[in-house]
């Protein structure tokens, strides 16, 4: 069987780097370049042309590429209907960029239905959908909007954004600030791919400013606990500051509200799984899709 060197082959060509590939395959990076030579060796073809630091595809592999992609959503399809063809078990898999809207409706989901299997995976905006489309996820909650004929969506919840410092910060004092204050300060942003990272830009953008310093980390846990020490202030959405007496909330001027959306592919909308989940969701909410 080539399924694993054919998704190998699909990841790398997507994305353009194995090291890339290896990351989302949960792969090292010699076992993704050992699938893909194997491909390459055993069939005598050359599916990539190898220059600088990014893959880019042969005519071959340019040929091979929708066969692959058709077949790979083939086995997800078969995968997703054998995990949803029992009366009462099954498994359902969610992606989110944060647990606070989400897990709400997994615990209500839970004791609605106790065997199935519920698996919840935290990644940044762009990665949860990137989940979602290549089938690895049946639902996904992000806070990215995304207009795409293939899904239903619907809204989980609305936040402001604002400003979480250390209370020994020198805006500590402050109710208010504005983005060309905080742009003054040490910026702890979240890796490229975040919602809140991209409209922190985007406001500096608007206001013709650029932070004096900033720092990229790659979880909103990890942003918290450098607040806590002090290190810089961070952009956040206000339901994601915890209780904590070290910390400061700041009102941010002229912020906008950040949306968080729930996402499923209207091809599984109505699979037994996700429909009861978007059932919850629905009556969590008080409106349809």
């Excluded at 090292?28 to 055993?42: A, F, K, N």
């Excluded at 990014?54 to 692959?68: C, F, I, T």
């Excluded at 995976?121 to 992000?142: K, P």
Aim: with cysteine.
């Amino acid at each position: 069987m080539l399924s694993s060197e054919l998704k190998a082959f699909y990841m790398v060509a997507r994305l353009g780097s194995i090291t890339q590939a290896a990351k989302k395959l949960g792969l090292s990076q010699p076992t993704v370049t050992t699938q893909i030579r194997s491909l390459e060796g055993q069939y005598a073809v050359e599916l990539f042309y190898r220059g600088g630091r990014r893959l880019v595809l042969s005519e071959e592999g340019l040929r091979l590429l929708p066969m692959v992609k058709a077949l790979l959503q083939q086995e997800a399809d078969i995968e997703f209907e054998l995990r949803n063809s029992g009366q009462a078990q099954g498994s359902l898999r969610i992606a989110a960029t944060a647990p606070y809207y989400i897990l709400d409706l997994v615990k209500i989901y839970r004791e609605r239905l106790p065997q199935v299997e519920v698996a919840v995976e935290i990644g940044n905006s762009q990665q949860v959908l990137e989940m979602l489309e290549d089938y690895r996820v049946d639902i996904a909650a992000s806070s990215q909007w995304v207009e795409d004929a293939r899904l239903v969506r619907r809204i989980l919840g609305t936040d402001p954004l604002v400003v979480a410092v250390h209370r020994n910060h020198p805006l500590a004092h402050r109710q208010t600030v504005s983005i060309e204050v905080v742009s003054g300060h040490c910026l702890l942003m979240r890796e490229k791919g975040s919602t809140t990272r991209k409209l922190t830009e985007q406001m500096m953008q608007e206001a013709g400013v650029k932070a004096s310093a900033m720092m990229e980390i790659g979880s909103r846990e990890s942003i918290r606990e450098a607040v806590l020490r002090n290190i810089g202030i961070s952009v956040i959405a206000r339901h994601e500051v915890p209780h904590n007496p070290e910390l400061r909330v700041l009102a941010l001027e002229n912020a906008p509200v950040m949306h968080e959306y729930l996402y499923c592919l209207k091809e599984r909308r109505q699979a037994r799984l996700p429909a009861a989940f978007l059932g919850v969701a629905q009556e969590v909410a008080g409106s349809q899709f």
